[in-house]
């Protein structure tokens, strides 16, 4: 019974796509994105091994024990957040409530299952690490074959404790999670500070980097006597300092074992005892008589009109899985996006093409303003679909007593509102960072608004043409050319403005100039075209 | 049998000589011949069966006093008691003052002498009383209706659904709407709902047109789409507060509608409370139902709502449908159940080719429920054997 548990969350955990060649993308993209992960670490502990050793002669096997803790917390977040769907979910539960299965088995298949996962994402990054650090090495430093071997155990002995951990930890996050899920304000605030924190963290790691790279002194970035500091807490790195001591054979044994079972045991146990106690509250929270239910009667309020269109905007595109990876996440994601992608071409640029950038003075403020344009643009493209993403709702949409104007502009308030919060955000990310020109900031400013402007209005027209009853027509790539072809004259337009020698001031009150008449054009025929294509909107 | 009228399209007025006399028949008739359409009956027994048989249509009665079975006066006495004639106008034949009197008391508007006086004159007074009449009785019927449909085209390209559908539902009615797929009933559904678009014709509802101005006609009636529609991202509660916001209403009435229709239906708090997509066929029917009756509508359009619904969920909408209609609003309901039709309808029209072939008034012929499923096959030209 355990295997077939343990087979069905398989299942469950996996997304299925339409189509076989969709399903192998995904599983080229994931194999990218791991390869990508795997060669950083290996390339930069390699590269980094030596220069510690400068510090101390423990240097490196201290950073490895320090990146082992940092993993095994790094591997126990990212189980948590899938432990959720495992644990909590509700279609799940109730065709588990109606079957004849224990639920000591349920709870201990998914605990298991949520074991593995541990392992498996533990084994991705520690190691191919555990591996270079051996060869680093070498069989002079005591490394042996019991370490290589040691080094495929380690994710399933250090997936103990994450994993009794991810089990404590689990019920307060589903709690947390419940409570931010209906406060989209909270959300965007957190996602902004975790954006944040992401950019300064990739700030550090592109120095680290490109310290490396340039094989410099790590002067800057570390000191000797935070590695000092460092080699005195790695004792407390539990159980990553024990199992690496009983790794490579150290002396402390008995006390390594103890302390390292000790801690695994008693996680797992705790871990397993609050797992259980919370998913037995869940099932009778979600599945208690109705008698009961009837109590929390919430009295609904009514809000006016364009409220309530607004708000249904929001949940359309918000609580909409298929625009989690297209819209919202990257919404998020674009000011960390940006800065990356920014960042290195800035540290490129004026590291390599200095004598380039002295003929061509505007070419980092343009090519920083079209990236940010085309971040924006791109991103926003995905929302051009007003009508389309009603669905088969759109018979709602066609019979509620609110003229097709007013419940238009609400279609466009809503993402323009997000995408617009998202690119001040980004400008704001990047101009603290010092990556964008005060002129920059600023024109990427006006003309990025005019752009989500000009798209959303454009977005509407061409979703209107798709969807009319008697004319069938496949023009929806319209929106992600525009999307693209806009931030990409922007460029052509200044680098000819530049290449002309135009004045710079002239040569960017003509491109806000352009997106202004680019506006006019598109909102004068708006409330005719609204009007006339909304009853023709096939439903 | 096919509908073809409308309400407000002119018609020939149309009288009914009642006189024994066939050569009394013949002046009024050369009389009125080039204004009015006349029907003839040689005493009070024919008359009242014609007038009830076309009461709609007679806007006038020319009736002889003195006839061989049934009399002038007791025709008028009939007509006074039988409340669907008893307000078309009569004018007595007469030459006997001394009856003038007893037949103003029984109802009767004029009196034309006999033997008859000059033709312009009588046709004066006959076509003052019919005018008189259309237009209190148009205004009267004007105000009955709830919904009317007047000459309706549609096409999609070359190819044409709708032809020139005309009906009128009267407060307070169930009108069915039957026909087999691919005639043009969702079509006209989508076409009174403001779905669709329509080439000609008019759809008004209590009176409005929903081309002239679709918002506030839209906030008068309620609709249930063939396939539950609701956001599947919205809780219940969501959708309903959605629904209740669009229509811009009143918290307190919403509350009660609320709580009204939460019971009707049987909806617990706690399912109300999940999304929408997580709901069976049968509870989204049930959130669509609610929702279009949320804001208290005076007409309730239902598009085939019994597709896929279980028993319960059956039982609960026919007695809503009953319930609904009881407390004197309208219901405009299309259904492949030909026994939901014929048990519940008051009128029921079959669609043909984008026309309506046959309306039936149960009201009018109570026999006629039994025979639905009889006509209806052989509207399309099969007989019930073959199914």
């Known amino acids: ?14 997304t299925y796509e339409s189509s076989k060649v969709k399903t192998i993308l995904r599983w080229v993209g994931r194999v990218l994105v791991y390869g990508l992960i795997v060669f950083l670490e290996v390339f930069i502990f390699s590269k980094l091994e030596p220069k510690l050793k400068e510090f101390s002669s423990f240097g490196s096997y201290d950073f490895l024990i320090l990146i082992l803790f940092v993993m095994l917390i790094v591997s126990m977040i990212s189980t948590t957040l899938r432990a959720r769907e495992i644990f909590y979910k509700r279609i799940d539960s109730s065709i588990m409530l109606h079957l004849p299965i224990n639920n000591d088995e349920i709870i201990f298949s998914k605990a298991l299952f949520t074991y593995l996962n541990n392992v498996l994402t533990s084994a991705i990054i520690t190691i191919p690490l555990l591996f270079t650090f051996g060869i680093k090495q070498g069989f002079e430093s005591g490394i042996t074959t019991k370490f290589y071997v040691f080094s495929v155990l380690y994710p399933f002995f250090s997936s103990f404790i994450s994993t009794g951990l991810t089990l404590i930890i689990l019920p307060l996050y589903n709690k947390a999670y419940n409570f931010i899920k209906p406060k989209p304000i909270l959300q965007i605030a957190l996602g902004s500070i975790l954006v944040i924190t992401l950019c300064i963290l990739y700030n550090y790691v592109l120095n680290l980097f490109m310290t490396l790279v340039n094989d410099a002194k790590l002067d800057t970035l570390i000191s000797g006597a935070f590695v000092e500091k460092l080699h005195k807490a790695t004792k407390f790195f539990v159980p990553t ?6 790794g490579l054979g150290k002396v402390n044994v008995l006390q390594d074992i103890m302390i390292s079972v000790g801690s695994s045991v008693i996680a797992l146990v705790l871990g397993y005892f609050i797992a259980t106690e919370s998913y037995t509250n869940f099932l009778k929270g979600e599945f208690s008589s109705n008698e009961s239910k009837t109590m929390k009667s919430s009295k609904i309020l009514l809000q006016n009109p364009t409220k309530t269109l607004l708000k249904k905007e929001f949940v359309l595109i918000f609580r909409n899985s298929n625009y989690v990876f297209s819209y919202t996440s990257l919404l998020i994601m674009q000011p960390f996006l940006a800065f990356v992608v920014i960042n290195s071409l800035n540290t490129l640029f004026y590291t390599n093409q200095q004598m380039f950038l002295h003929y061509y003075g505007e070419f980092i403020n343009a090519l920083n303003i079209t990236l940010i344009l085309l971040f924006s643009s791109i991103i926003a493209s995905s929302t051009m679909d007003a009508y389309s993403r009603e669905q088969k709702a759109i018979q709602i949409v066609k019979y509620i007593p609110i003229s097709p104007l007013k419940q238009t502009i609400c279609k466009m308030i809503i993402p323009f509102a997000f995408s617009s919060f998202s690119l ?8 603290i960072g010092k990556q964008i020109s005060v002129l920059a900031f600023f024109i990427s400013l006006l003309a990025g608004l005019m752009l989500l402007l000009s798209l959303s209005v454009a977005g509407v027209y061409i979703d209107l043409a798709k969807l009319n009853e008697n004319k069938k027509s496949n023009i929806e790539f319209l929106s992600t050319v525009l999307s693209i072809v806009l931030p990409l004259i922007t460029f052509g337009l200044i680098f000819l403005f530049m290449y002309a020698q135009v004045s710079k001031a002239l040569m960017y009150i003509i491109v806000i100039l352009l997106y202004v008449i680019t506006n006019v054009a598109l909102i004068l025929p708006f409330k005719k075209i609204i009007n006339n294509s909304f009853i023709k909107m096939r439903i | 049998m096919a509908n073809d009228s409308s309400l407000l399209k002119e018609k020939a007025s149309k009288v009914l000589i009642i006189d024994d006399e066939e050569i009394n028949r013949e002046i009024l008739a050369n009389i009125i011949k080039d204004e009015c359409e006349c029907l003839f009956a040689k005493d009070g027994d024919e008359g009242l069966a014609i007038l009830k048989k076309e009461a709609e249509d007679i806007d006038l009665v020319l009736l002889d006093l003195i006839m061989p079975k049934m009399d002038g006066i007791a025709f008028l006495k009939f007509k006074k008691e039988n409340p669907e004639i008893s307000e078309i106008p009569v004018i007595v034949l007469t030459s006997d003052k001394e009856k003038e009197v007893e037949c103003l008391k029984l109802g009767a508007m004029d009196f034309i002498k006999k033997p008859f006086e000059s033709s312009e004159v009588i046709l004066a007074r006959i076509m003052r009383i019919i005018e008189h009449y259309r237009a209190n009785h148009i205004t009267k019927k004007l105000d009955e209706i709830a919904l009317e449909i007047d000459d309706v085209y549609k096409s999609y390209g070359k190819k044409e659904v709708l032809k020139g559908i005309s009906l009128y539902v009267k407060k307070g009615e169930i009108y069915g709407f039957v026909g087999k797929n691919g005639v043009g009933k969702s079509t006209t559904i989508d076409a009174i709902v403001g779905l669709k678009d329509f080439n000609s014709g008019d759809i008004k509802i209590f009176g409005q047109s929903i081309k002239d101005d679709p918002v506030a006609t839209k906030k008068l009636f309620g609709y ?3 396939e539950p529609t609701a956001y599947e991202l919205m809780t219940g509660k969501e959708f309903l507060e959605f629904i209740g916001s669009s229509y811009g209403m009143i918290q307190s009435s919403f509350d009660a509608n609320y709580d009204f229709l939460k019971r009707k239906f049987d909806l617990p708090e706690a399912d109300l409370n999940r999304k929408i997509s997580e709901y069976s066929h049968g509870m989204k ?19 085939e709502p019994t597709v896929g619904l279980d028993i319960m969920v059956y039982e609960v909408l026919l007695r809503m449908l009953r319930d609904y209609a009881k407390a004197g609003n309208t219901i405009f309901i299309t259904s492949h159940n030909i026994e939901l039709v014929s048990a519940i309808c008051d009128k029921v029209a079959i669609v043909n080719e984008g026309k309506i072939a046959v309306e039936l008034d149960f009201k009018k012929e109570p026999y006629k429920r039994k025979d639905l499923k009889r006509v209806f096959f052989k509207v399309y030209g099969e007989g019930v054997e073959n199914l």
């Open chain 1, 1 to 14: 019974m355990l295997l077939e548990l343990l087979h069905k969350e398989f299942k469950e955990s996996q």
């Open chain 1, 241 to 246: 300092y024990q199992l690496m001591d009983l």
């Open chain 1, 424 to 431: 001040i955000l980004t400008l704001l990310v990047l101009a």
């Open chain 2, 224 to 226: 249930v789409p063939s």
């Open chain 2, 285 to 303: 029917q049930k959130v669509c139902l609610m929702a279009s009756l949320i804001h208290n509508p005076k007409l309730w359009v239902l598009d």
